[in-house]
């Protein structure tokens, strides 16, 4: 399993558990702890999306504007 699919994960399904618990008037405590919790969470994801060991075979050059080729780089 990869650590930045598990964190993506967990960040959304706390973003729909908290949305809810709004929307039904339920548990404002629990309401208050998960937005004070969230500015982790979202660190802790962009972490693990940003540090993922992804490799990535076309460099920048190569894909730029690769839906233009009118705009594309000159070398």
Do not use: C
Not at 16 to 31: D, G, K, N, P, S
Not at 59 to 70: A, G, K, M, S, V
């Amino acid at each position: 399993m990869k650590n930045y699919l598990t964190s993506v994960g967990i960040v959304t399904g706390i973003l729909i558990v908290f949305v809810t618990l709004i929307q039904l008037h339920v548990a404002q405590v629990l309401v208050w702890g998960i937005f004070l919790a969230s500015p982790i969470l979202l660190i802790w994801m962009v972490w693990s999306v940003l540090t993922a060991p992804v490799d990535i075979p076309e460099t920048f050059d190569e894909q730029w504007y690769q839906d233009r080729p009118d705009l594309k780089r000159k070398a």
